[in-house]
DNA sequence: CATTCTTTGACTAATATTGACTATTATTAT
DNA sequence: ATAATAATAGTCAATATTAGTCAAAGAATG
């Protein structure tokens, strides 16, 4: 597996047009069948490219919207200098969460100067147990873990 | 194809329009085949926009009179105060809240200086699709109007 | 060979656009 | 006055135009 450019295959070639493009703009907003087009793949390759490469893990957020005039926009989010505390929070969480782990996440946010003590309040309340309820404490703690780490990837870039 | 804003529909366009006169006055009356024909769409296409992009929810309230001399009036509303806005928008959330709703509910937020843009985006996060998904749209709209609930009712009486 | 990554396409979902039909109000004719 | 007509706006369902999902097939990797 020599870096060799030829051996790239077509879904590296989508993403490394739009990052080029992204080189020069914050952001790219396309035509998901033109782009399709450009490189003769089904436009769900599109989803494909954009789903395995340009995750908020990688800085960047990806907003859409369908129907006439429809559209994809891929923006390059710039990321904090010290993410190391949410990166590992993010990865300690997991499937589950449970509210006790929930609130010492919040406090160790709080703790860091990561957040303030108005969004640790608003916080607490997405993550509410009355709120993400489901008659199933199971589901429940699956909820609070994917709204957390939703928070916390909003954390780690600027903004 | 950097963040130019030339491929709008024209249903943003209209939007657009109407908007950028709301933003020198108070309020704005049109006659709906006028619009209509400035932007060489069916009549029916106003109406069109003004369900989908001047309701309530946004901080809009529309009359409008038939026959001859007929017009539409799109008036922006000053709500009282915080409070109030709180109360309002919880009111008209109900038992479900879809996607575009809660983007429309934070962005009143913002523009009723209730929240600022980093809260903004905390509170996306907290009820993004992906976050609060379950495999089955009826159930993320209902996640999704209680977490907004929790939320609104947080900023009631945090100030 | 087993596993993971890529490619494809059928099906679904969201949003926009159109137009036929309806409802309301104003104006004109009788 | 009343009835007919004209001049508006409203509703709703059909169609068009996008993007999203998912699972199966194919390719690459180790």
Redesign the pocket.
Known sequence: ?GDDMA?E????L?ERYLKEILADNEQVK?????IAGLF?????????????RFTIQNGYI?E?????????RIEKVRLLDDIDVLDSLIEAIGNKLSKRDSETIVQTLYNNDLINRREVSIILAAIDKDAIDLNNSDLTDIMRANIMISILNRLRYEG
């Open positions: 597996m051996d295959n077509i879904s590296d989508i396309i035509r998901r069948s033109e003769d793949v089904v436009p769900s390759q599109i989803n494909y490219v954009i789903n395995t990806v859409s919207k369908r129907g006439g005039g429809g559209y994809i």
